[in-house]
């Protein structure tokens, strides 16, 4: 997010005041004791999903830990067992075998030790030859929030399904800051690498003032870490970089690579969780291995205006190598965008993202992300629409389907784009310029695209759009997902979510889009996966059978539906 000068300034003044009010420690997250163990006495199913990962009730934030072993899936995440703010934090357990569709097991980790008794905070498993899965996460020693790093075992190998976890007193904890490192800021560590040299190699997030860090720690035997003489990376007026995720990627084709991945056929990906934005911001660039630094590649922004996986409610993501298909899988976080007395009445907070798989896209300069395969499994009613021409002003249903549970994917096309607006380069904020120009306000080229969970008379509607502006040096596509009018209710947070789309229009005149819409889900995905937007959305009429979809345009060149495609999704089994 490129912020305003004026914005940027006083965003980092109130960071340095949080700060200093706080003595110096960085919030993890907003904590209401009087609210985070009151018991769920009844789930409210109006906005649950259907088919996006959540537990019966109750809170849950950072998914951890996934990973892929001996034929079933693994998922950890940050959970409350007692109530629906965020507090009493363990690490919940679920497994699959096809990633849709998961059964909850018993918690894996709970303060149980000195070392993590005031929490068992976010972390990572790495499967270590010869000794398996080990699970690395950040312990919480005292009430100042003092973290270290831990970690644990499972009980028996043999058990595929992992189901009882240990954290044994020797090593623990296995990595405590050093002098000049922040104690209180101090956490996340990544899936760990092994190099070439025989060391393993994971990182930990942190800061310096507003400098975001992450530092390196090796090992030999994967029990006792040295920290290197440098972090890996780091960025100042970033904040607090939580959740980091460094992984290789194939320069050319989709497939995925492990994690200790070597050679020139890669390039690096490196993540940070930035706290006081709360977006995921990512960088490509190269990992040189001989000076344990990673350095972006000049062609993105390294900082808040940077590269993001989404551009709307997503946070705290894990990726994983899966062996299985050969293939990098993506877990992020979506939260809610209620109160938390509505989340207190609702009984529950917080789902996951669909697991997405995620390669470099052809030019080098950016990810790309597309749903896991096995969602399309869930696809039950199948309806279309093609070489449908959209004037100023149409409005297009789509029928025949459950809009309110539905994946949809449509191609648009244009036949000339001498219409489109002049961009203005001071509209260098996505989010601004589409809460600039919404989905009701007339264009050249656009806006077009899909209005998700719209009522009869559109008085709650959420669109997801393009917008085209004729650039100096080539045309710039914005992509949004605006949730101002998603629904009646005037308490919760609303935003217009919105990013710019890399794609040259001067040789294909063609835009497609994803969206998978689940009740208060609509996460979007724009050509092909380049540009992706998570939002949360809380309609009051657009509710179950009232819930309408429609195809849009508003701008003065006509548009086609070259071709939709849209299904009725069945319920995933998550129990």
Same mark, same amino acid.
């Given at each position: ?27 993890? !997250?907003? &904590? ?41 899936? !693994? ?14 934090? &363990?690490?919940? !357990? ?12 018993? !918690? ?48 028996? +190998? ?57 530092? +390196? ?149 950016? +990810? ?33 389907? /459950? ?103 001067? /040789? ?55 071709? +939709? ?11």
């Amino acid at each position: 997010m490129v912020l305003p000068k004026c914005r940027y300034i006083s965003v980092v003044f109130f960071a340095f005041v949080v700060l200093l009010i706080n003595n110096g420690v960085e919030a993890f !997250h907003k &904590v209401y004791p009087h609210l985070q163990s009151v018991s769920t006495i009844s789930v409210s199913g109006q906005h649950r999903t259907a088919y996006h990962f959540q537990p019966p009730k109750n809170w849950i934030n950072d998914p951890n830990g996934p990973m892929y072993y001996k034929g079933i899936y !693994h998922l950890f995440y940050q959970y409350n067992p007692k109530g629906s703010v965020w507090g009493n934090i &363990v690490w919940a !357990h679920s497994v699959s075998k096809d990633l849709i569709n998961w059964r909850s097991l018993e !918690h894996a980790l709970y303060p149980s030790k000195p070392f993590d008794k005031f929490g068992c905070w976010s972390g990572s498993a790495t499967i270590v030859p010869g000794k398996g899965p080990v699970i690395l996460y950040t312990g919480v020693v005292d009430d100042k929030q003092t973290q270290v790093q831990c970690y644990a075992i499972p009980e028996d +190998l043999n058990d595929p399904l992992l189901q009882k976890w240990v954290k044994p007193d020797k090593f623990n904890p296995i990595l405590v800051a050093n002098k000049g490192v922040n104690g209180s800021a101090f956490r996340d560590p990544t899936t760990a690498w092994l190099s070439k040299d025989g060391h393993w190699k994971i990182l930990v997030g942190s800061r310096k003032n507003l400098t975001g860090i992450a530092y +390196l720690y090796r090992s030999k035997d994967f029990m006792n870490w040295v920290q290197a003489k440098h972090p890996i990376h780091s960025k100042g007026a970033t904040g607090m970089w939580e959740c980091p995720d460094f992984y290789p990627v194939l320069l050319r084709g989709n497939a995925g690579l492990e994690t200790s991945e070597e050679g020139n056929h890669v390039k690096y990906v490196f993540k940070n969780s930035l706290d006081i934005t709360r977006f995921d911001y990512y960088t490509v660039g190269t990992y040189f291995k001989d000076k344990d630094r990673y350095v972006p590649d000049n062609t993105s922004e390294d900082g808040w205006g940077g590269l993001r996986y989404d551009y709307g409610n997503f946070y705290a993501s894990k990726s994983f190598f899966d062996p299985s298909k050969n293939r990098r899988i993506l877990w992020g976080w979506a939260n809610e965008s209620d109160t938390k007395e509505d989340d207190v009445r609702k009984g529950w907070a917080g789902i996951q993202a669909i697991p997405r798989t995620v390669w470099l896209d052809s030019t080098g300069r950016q +990810l790309v992300q597309w749903p896991v395969e096995e969602l399309n499994n869930l696809r039950g009613k199948e309806v279309n629409m093609n070489s449908q021409k959209l004037q100023m002003g149409d409005y297009v249903e789509v029928k025949g389907i /459950t809009a309110a549970q539905a994946d949809v994917e449509v191609t648009f096309s244009f036949a000339s784009l001498d219409k489109a607006e002049t961009y203005d380069p001071k509209w260098v904020n996505a989010q601004d310029l589409c809460a600039l120009k919404g989905s009701k306000l007339q264009g050249g080229v656009g806006p077009f695209g899909l209005l998700t969970l719209a009522s009869q008379n559109f008085e709650e509607f959420t669109p997801v759009f393009f917008r085209i502006f004729k650039g100096p040096d080539k045309h710039v596509v914005l992509l949004c997902s605006d949730a101002r009018s998603s629904s009646l209710k005037s308490s919760m947070y609303k935003p217009s979510f919105a990013g710019f789309v890399d794609v040259d229009l001067a /040789t294909k005149r063609k835009l497609s889009l994803r969206s998978l819409i689940d009740h208060s889900v609509v996460e979007s995905f724009g050509e092909g996966g380049k540009t992706n937007i998570l939002s949360r959305v809380y309609p009051q009429l657009a509710v179950a059978n009232q819930a309408q979809l429609f195809v849009f345009n508003n701008g003065t060149e006509p548009i086609s539906v070259e071709n +939709l495609k849209a299904w009725s999704m069945n319920p995933a089994d998550i129990k």
